[in-house]
């Protein structure tokens, strides 16, 4: 492609002393990564802003021009470039996954540096253990939100309210023993107590009730919906509470 034939198009986005636009950053490095050439036009202050939007008629920035015609904002232009636009409204299992692969990396390099084995008993042991504190470390973020969300299915929680605040501190708590190894009697019958009422509600909730609810197993600001990855977590709290109870009782 000759100089002559390169992709131009104009940005229009806003960056002052106290405030860069992040959508106009992408916008620009979108642009690049598909061959633009960028005229970049800075919005230096509220005045210059409100004088453009006022002008294309436009009520946010930043705006991209392509070919003379306007194309839009940062989510515009991906669409207009053919790339996928995320549905915030959207269902999905993903924030579940992540935590789930990052506790067992975290267990696998726990236990590689400290028995220099990656693949042991107690990598299982510390995947539950961390899958439980990152859990519990999501919903005490805004336990608030978690336990509007959690009274929805939870059936000791619809009982008895204050449940749903109590649970990520339990959950959270027990997780951190188990790490530790420590007050096994302890930590093992709250998580066994928990994933049991847990496990009962979602399985009802689901599979009897087949109501389609969110999960407030990552916290109560996400689209998590409520089904059997959500169930996994109560499961694996019941397996490993009744592994640490034989455990501490041979």
């Known amino acids: 492609m000759s100089a002559n034939d390169k992709k131009t198009a104009k940005l229009y986005r806003m960056s002052t002393d106290k405030h860069t636009c992040p959508f106009g950053l992408k916008s620009k490095d979108l642009l690049k990564r598909e061959g633009f050439e960028v005229e970049d036009h800075i919005l230096a202050d509220r005045e210059q802003t409100d004088a453009f939007k006022a002008k294309h008629d436009v009520e946010t920035t930043?705006?991209?021009?392509?070919?003379?015609?306007?194309?839009?904002?940062?989510?515009?232009?991906?669409?207009?470039?053919?790339?996928?636009?995320?549905?915030?409204n959207k269902k999905t299992y993903r924030?579940?996954?992540?935590?789930?692969?990052?506790?067992?990396?975290?267990?696998?390099?726990?236990?590689?540096?400290?028995?220099?084995?990656?693949?042991?008993?107690?990598t299982a042991e510390w995947f539950v253990s961390f899958a439980m504190v990152l859990l519990a470390m999501l919903k005490l973020q805004d336990v608030e939100k978690f336990s509007t969300m959690f009274l929805n299915y939870d059936l000791l929680a619809k009982r008895w309210v204050p449940y749903g605040y109590i649970y990520p501190f339990a959950e959270g708590g027990a997780g951190v023993l188990m790490v530790a190894g420590t007050?096994?009697?302890?930590?093992?019958?709250?998580?066994?107590?928990?994933g049991t009422i847990g496990a009962v509600s979602v399985f009802?909730?689901?599979?009897?009730?087949?109501?389609?609810?969110?999960?407030?197993?990552?916290?109560?600001?996400?689209?998590?919906?409520?089904?059997?990855?959500?169930?996994?977590?109560?499961?694996?709290?019941?397996?490993?509470?009744i592994y640490m109870g034989?455990?501490?009782?041979?």
Request: include cysteine.
């Open 183 to 194: 007050l096994t009697w302890l930590s093992a019958p709250v998580a066994l107590f928990i």
């Open 204 to 241: 009802k909730a689901v599979y009897i009730d087949k109501r389609e609810l969110k999960c407030a197993c990552v916290g109560g600001g996400n689209n998590v919906p409520l089904g059997f990855i959500s169930l996994t977590e109560n499961l694996m709290m019941i397996a490993m509470s």
């Open 95 to 122: 924030p579940v996954i992540v935590l789930f692969i990052m506790a067992a990396l975290t267990a696998l390099a726990m236990s590689f540096a400290s028995l220099g084995d990656a693949f042991t008993i107690k």
């Open 246 to 250: 034989i455990k501490y009782l041979a």
């Open 62 to 88: 930043p705006q991209t021009f392509i070919g003379g015609e306007r194309v839009g904002g940062y989510e515009d232009l991906r669409r207009h470039l053919g790339k996928k636009v995320k549905d915030p």
